[in-house]
């Protein structure tokens, strides 16, 4: 892990993993991920000073790094287990896909803004990340290459959930998407793909995303 992780860091991500465990989140693997991964490392140094609160803080692109409790809920709602084909659309600064990798999964990642795809693809690498692929594309249209998965993460708010997204998913694979009015509060939801032909939606609690916009940005 990267020099720049100090003691005074693991701490406060020791005290982080507590105040998720008071708000419900109870995964063993997610908890265990957020106090390893050093949060700061991904935020404009304007912010590091609050790196460890949790609130979600903006990046490059007019996106945020999303509030740690949003990554905890939205990873346990998806429980990735080790092995498993992970779809994230979204990578925005590549937090929530180093808590994807930390489970044991094998995640594949989309980001919309090429800047922060390249900015991404290093910070991968500079902290030992060589297992996830990164993609700069249109995460509406996923990444049918390398699927099916047998889980997406949609980190960003949809308008509706994408057919795309779904035809990618495994017979029994499970989508996290919040879904709704992009300028207003979503829905975290989850879609089991029973059959080509069936799914099963419900709907959690409401949170507030960027909007999830299609096409590649410019």
Same mark, same amino acid.
């Given at each position: 892990?990267?020099? +720049?992780?100090?003691?005074?860091?693991?701490?406060?991500?020791?005290?982080?993993?507590?105040?998720?465990?008071?708000?419900?989140?109870? +995964?063993?693997?997610?908890?265990?991920?957020?106090?390893?991964?050093?949060?700061?490392?991904?935020?404009? +140094?304007?912010?590091?000073?609050?790196?460890?609160?949790?609130?979600?803080?903006?990046?490059?692109?007019?996106?945020?790094? =999303?509030?740690?409790?949003?990554?905890?809920?939205?990873?346990?709602?998806?429980?990735?287990?080790?092995?498993?084909?992970?779809?994230?659309?979204?990578?925005?600064?590549?937090?929530?896909?180093?808590?994807?990798?930390?489970?044991?999964?094998?995640?594949?990642?989309?980001?919309?803004?090429?800047?922060?795809?390249?900015?991404?693809?290093?910070?991968?690498?500079?902290?030992?990340?060589? =297992?996830?692929? =990164?993609?700069?594309?249109?995460?509406?249209?996923?990444? %049918?290459?390398?699927?099916?998965?047998?889980?997406?993460?949609?980190?960003?708010? %949809?308008?509706?959930?994408?057919?795309?997204?779904? %035809?990618?998913?495994?017979?029994?694979?499970?989508?996290?998407?919040?879904?709704?009015?992009?300028?207003?509060?979503?829905?975290?939801?989850?879609?089991?793909?029973? =059959?080509?032909?069936?799914?099963?939606?419900?709907?959690?609690?409401?949170?507030?995303?960027?909007?999830?916009?299609?096409?590649?940005?410019?």
């Amino acid at each position: 892990m990267n020099v +720049n992780d100090t003691f005074r860091h693991q701490g406060l991500r020791r005290q982080l993993v507590d105040l998720l465990k008071e708000k419900g989140i109870t +995964n063993r693997l997610v908890l265990e991920a957020i106090g390893k991964i050093p949060r700061h490392l991904f935020m404009d +140094n304007a912010f590091l000073e609050y790196a460890y609160q949790d609130k979600a803080f903006p990046i490059d692109c007019e996106q945020t790094i =999303s509030q740690p409790f949003t990554v905890a809920y939205q990873t346990q709602l998806l429980d990735p287990v080790k092995g498993e084909k992970v779809l994230e659309i979204g990578t925005g600064s590549g937090y929530q896909s180093c808590v994807l990798a930390e489970t044991g999964a094998k995640v594949f990642t989309i980001e919309r803004h090429r800047p922060l795809h390249d900015a991404t693809k290093k910070r991968f690498e500079s902290l030992g990340y060589f =297992s996830i692929k =990164s993609f700069y594309g249109d995460g509406f249209k996923g990444q %049918a290459s390398y699927g099916p998965y047998d889980k997406i993460l949609v980190t960003c708010g %949809a308008p509706e959930i994408p057919a795309a997204l779904v %035809a990618q998913l495994k017979i029994g694979g499970l989508m996290v998407i919040p879904v709704g009015d992009i300028l207003a509060e979503q829905v975290m939801t989850t879609v089991l793909k029973k =059959s080509e032909n069936e799914v099963e939606i419900f709907e959690f609690d409401k949170f507030r995303f960027v909007p999830m916009l299609q096409q590649k940005a410019r």
